[in-house]
């Protein structure tokens, strides 16, 4: 795991706690390295690289020296006891480093002085006035800032005196303190163990740093550590390294400090059903695992994500452990899936390799080399179980989450996919679902003499996100969710929802059916019970003409008799 580097109350954020006591740093530009050492060697002061043959002693400083010139503007001085200026630049060329160039430029000053303790005779006392005079003459010259020591064991291997190495050696260091030299100096690995072959370059180094190569199961890894750094606080770890064509990598290349961004844009999955589910999306930066059995589907719900951010015009990078480029393309195309397109418009590119093709650590620095050259803005890693034919699981987790620091720092929505085991589903074969931000479980069922898929989302940070088992399935128009169909027994799938489905269906329509077959009888009802109301409105409407009739024909009778009963009246007398 990553040594978390904290910095004392009152130190910014970020900042190197040591600088702000007065220690200031030299940034050597080696990737990785400056954020283990919080910045820095220590500028003026001298730096011993301790390792055995082959570990990479010289590759080191000499890049520390051209960074120094190239990136810094800081002119430097290799002094080279064992190799020649020529045999120096053909090695440099190999990392993409022109040292000629900069010779002739005047930036850079290469001393080859080279001793075979055969044609040395010791006459009198001896120091290394020589010496001093010879680097101070190449400092002048460039102007130098910087200065590279490269082996001094083959310097103090020619003298047998210890005494007068010791006390030359205490002497070079503090020339080099007093006209504020930033230096590298390299030495050979000691017997038993020991740092050192005199046992004092440690002592009278500001910061000693050292590198190892060591085999296990016939995989070779390099590790580096420092082992002291005065005034300053470090990664005391050991860190693992590569020598790239482009130099030094120091993993963790992201450094050892969680201050990755967090974006609130969210980007589709490309299946619109999963993006309802995880409430319109995942976040852009974020990094999604994808875990199941083999078989479930995890590469289809990778290489549609990736479809779907080449059809946004973004840039997506697919790595397999196990399957072809051309072998991804022709499985994928079988369910809709046109990687090909992709490829040909430049917006997909495809690394394929075996995972035991190379070690962790090379694992790394390839991820590091193809992101920093297409730049693109997802990045799916499948079959990341395959990892650990490599290594150890611990080791292997702690790969992969210098992957995803890795993706995070650079504002990449990583994807994932890992196995899981048949007996404890909700776990994978690698050890990072902690840290992954939304996890998807894929998981086969049988029932009904089939094997179907379900889709969980485990979780989903920053989200809302459902909690329904969805059905998964693979089409011709790529990957699907079906609708959730809950039986008496709970979730069905397959031929058993589908028959559910078509029950619920025939029990619809039968009560649709049936509230039809009422409505239309209540209809008829209706219409016969109007026509009945409108017979008797008619009948009762005759009945009031013939009331009103009568009652006319009785006022008319009425007025009558009273017109004749007056008039027999008057004929009387016209007495009433």
């Not at 910095?7 to 970020?14: D, F, I, R």
């Not at 130098?144 to 047998?160: N, P, Q, S």
Request: glycine share 10%.
């Amino acid at each position: 795991m990553l040594e978390s580097l904290s910095a004392p109350a009152g130190a910014a954020p970020g900042s190197d706690p040591s600088t702000a006591a007065g220690l200031r740093k030299a940034p050597t530009g080696i990737r990785g390295f400056d954020g283990i050492c919080a910045g820095g060697l220590p500028q003026g002061r001298p730096t011993l690289v301790t390792g055995a043959a082959g570990a990479g002693k010289t590759l080191f400083a000499t890049e520390f020296l051209l960074r120094g010139v190239l990136e810094f503007g800081e002119p430097g001085v290799l002094l080279a006891f064992e190799e020649s200026a020529e045999d120096l630049s053909t090695n440099m060329a190999s990392l993409g480093f022109d040292l000629p160039a900069l010779v002739a430029a005047g930036q850079l000053r290469v001393e080859s002085c080279r001793i075979r303790p055969s044609e040395v005779v010791m006459a009198g006392g001896f120091d290394l006035e020589a010496l001093f005079v010879r680097l101070e003459a190449a400092v002048a010259a460039v102007g130098a800032k910087r200065v590279v020591l490269d082996t001094i064991e083959v310097l103090l291997g020619a003298f047998e005196n210890e005494g007068v190495v010791r006390g030359e050696l205490a002497r070079l260091f503090e020339w080099l303190k007093e006209r504020g030299l930033t230096t590298v100096v390299t030495g050979e690995r000691g017997r038993k163990g020991e740092l050192t072959r005199y046992g004092i370059e440690e002592y009278v180094s500001d910061c000693v740093i050292a590198l190892d190569q060591r085999v296990h199961e016939e995989v070779s890894t390099r590790r580096l550590r420092v082992v002291k750094y005065r005034g300053s606080v470090h990664g005391t770890n050991e860190y693992p390294f590569l020598i790239t064509d482009r130099g030094f990598l120091v993993l963790p290349i992201t450094g050892v400090g969680l201050t990755y961004p967090a974006s609130q844009e969210r980007v589709s999955t490309g299946i619109g059903q999963l993006d309802q589910m995880l409430g319109g999306g995942i976040f852009r930066g974020s990094t999604l695992l994808v875990t199941g059995t083999a078989g479930t589907g995890k590469t289809t719900i990778v290489a549609q994500l990736v479809a779907a951010a080449c059809s946004r015009g973004e840039r997506a990078l697919l790595v397999s452990f196990e399957e072809s480029p051309d072998q991804l393309v022709r499985n994928l195309a079988s369910v809709g899936i046109d990687l090909r397109h992709w490829l040909e418009a430049g917006l997909l590119r495809i690394w394929a390799e075996r995972a035991t093709a190379q070690g962790l650590e090379e694992h790394l620095g390839r991820l590091d080399r193809l992101l920093e050259d297409f730049q693109p803005s997802m990045a799916a890693l499948d079959a990341l179980g395959s990892l650990s034919h490599v290594g150890s699981d611990r080791e292997v987790t702690a790969t992969v989450e210098r992957e995803i620091d890795l993706m995070k720092s650079r504002g990449i929505t990583s994807v994932l996919t890992a196995l899981t085991h048949q007996a404890s589903m909700e776990d994978s074969t690698i050890g990072v679902t902690s840290i992954t931000d939304t996890w998807l479980l894929l998981r086969n069922v049988e029932s009904d003499g089939e094997r179907n898929r379900l889709l969980f989302v485990i979780k989903s940070r920053g989200m809302a996100h459902s909690n329904q088992v969805r059905e998964f399935r693979l089409t011709d128009r790529g990957a699907e969710l079906v609708e959730v169909a809950i039986g008496p027994a709970g979730v069905l799938t397959g031929s058993a929802r589908q028959l559910f489905q078509a029950r619920q269906q025939a029990l619809t329509d039968r009560r649709d059916g049936e509230i039809q077959r009422r409505r239309r009888a209540l209809e008829r009802r209706t219409a016969q019970v109007e026509e009945q109301i409108a017979a008797l409105r008619e009948q009762l409407s005759a009945e009031a003409a013939e009331l009103d009739t009568f009652a006319t024909q009785e006022a008319l009778e009425h007025q009558a008799e009273a017109s004749l009963q007056r008039h027999m009246e008057e004929q009387r007398g016209g007495i009433p």
